[in-house]
């Protein structure tokens, strides 16, 4: 399949494209001439997408981490727009929650996606110009081994009992980020991806055979998984697996089909799954008030229902994730009046930011921004957060000179990653963070930024601790 994908990709990728095109052109014609021209954009976001990614995979054996990125901008903002067009019926209104955007301002939005990625290009030549990537055959060994799965286990502990004791996971109570609690969340969720990455380079890199490491890693995972599930936040199930994965084909092992067919139906199932448990949560006949409880009543409900409707659903509801375009064009169209971050006045503190505790600094960036722009859209304030994607929430700190200049930056953060050794552990911590922000697209760079810069900071030092041999291969 790879070497098919290799050999063919551009021509039968780009076939398929062509004839969307053409049915969304057709259906273009009947809304407006600016609709025509967005339509007309979209070939060349094609090539600044999908056609770099192929491109990448075939010249290099693997894409960009930013080339991802590409990627899933093109599936949740052009895929989408076209989607939306293919389903208008001639109208030029699509509305959305309570509110609605015109595709006529559609053109414009398709230059700032064009742009975005040029920024991107730019920051690929720039880091090709100054830092040339060097072949190495050099081998890392992590020396005090058995303090990451020291690490792993307590790590998880405290996600665990933060679950029980109600102080995260889905429907917990804003009054817990701060003070202890806050304080706890931090650490689990700084610790476990630093734990988990590092223990299966230990699994899968280093090929450890010791099976004490094997027995505590694959049952930590395990564990991860159904703390994952206990919690009703899809992500958190899919984390640990996606790491651990992402780790596992660097280390040149490859996937078994079987495994990648099982794969996708737990993932079709998982959205039903979660969507249930959800239900059952906020039900108050149904809600035991025990998590495993709870779960096992949401299991039963799927199982009770035929699966063939089950997958569809869990398939659709990941479309329905996906589609960003209606927020990406609201966040353009709101840009003059939005007021609550402006002109990147936030970076300046970017190198201090993460030192100074909220009690001392009262105007601290809050990650509050999707409950923000949730609130300007329906006019009250909720629990629920929405995100115009990256790129989005770049034009709203002022316009389009800010989205090239972020852009910039960005592009400057994934090549720098990517043109190191993998097999260096500091390195392969961030290539997997990175690999997952850059497949979801929804986050704000600014806060990006700030917990790369704590993490860095952090896992360089932990790193440091635990002692990592350049050169030999040690067994513990």
Known sequence: ????????????????????????????????????????????????????????????????????????????????????????????????????????????????????????????????????????????????????????????????????????????????????????????????????????????????????????????????????????????????????????????????????YMGIFILALLYPLNNAYRNVINDPYLNTGSSILNISIAVNKIVNEPLAETLSTGISQYGDRGSMFPFFQYSINIEPSWDYYKNMARYFALPVVWLVPRAMWEDKPKADIGGVLYEHIVGERTMTAVTPTTLGWAYLEGGFVFVIIIFLLLGLMLEFIDKNDYREPIVLIFYVILLHKAIKPEWDVYFMFATMLQMFILYWGLLKILGVNKGTYSEN
């Open 1 to 260: 399949m790879a070497n098919f994908i290799k050999k063919y990709g551009q021509l039968f990728v780009g076939s398929v494209f062509l004839l969307y095109f053409l049915y969304t052109f057709s259906n273009a014609l009947d809304i407006g001439i600016e609709v025509v021209i967005s339509t007309f954009l979209t070939i060349i976001l094609y090539f600044q997408s999908i056609g770099v990614f192929l491109y990448f995979y075939k010249k290099k054996g693997k894409p960009r981490l930013q080339d991802w990125f590409r990627l899933a901008l093109f599936v949740t903002l052009v895929l989408d727009f076209m989607e939306i067009v293919n389903s208008a019926e001639g109208s030029v209104v699509v509305k959305f929650i309570v509110s609605s955007i015109s595709l006529f301002d559609s053109p414009f939005a398709m230059l700032v996606i064009i742009f975005a990625l040029l920024s991107l290009d730019i920051a690929y030549f720039i880091m090709n110009t100054f830092k040339k990537s060097k072949a190495s055959n050099e081998n890392y060994a992590i020396r005090r081994k058995n303090w990451i799965f020291a690490i792993l286990v307590l790590s998880t502990m405290i996600k665990g009992y933060l679950l029980f004791s109600g102080l995260s996971g889905y429907g917990s109570s804003l009054e817990y980020t701060t003070g202890l609690a806050s304080l706890a969340k931090t650490l689990a969720n700084i610790l476990n991806p630093f734990a988990l990455i590092v223990s299966a380079y230990i699994i899968f890199i280093e090929s450890s055979h010791n099976r004490k490491y094997h027995i505590v890693f694959y049952f930590i995972l395990l564990l991860q998984v159904f703390l994952g599930l206990l919690s009703g936040m899809k992500e958190e199930a899919l984390i640990p697996l996606l790491y651990t994965g992402i780790v596992f084909l660097i280390a040149g092992k490859k996937l078994p089909q079987k495994g990648v």
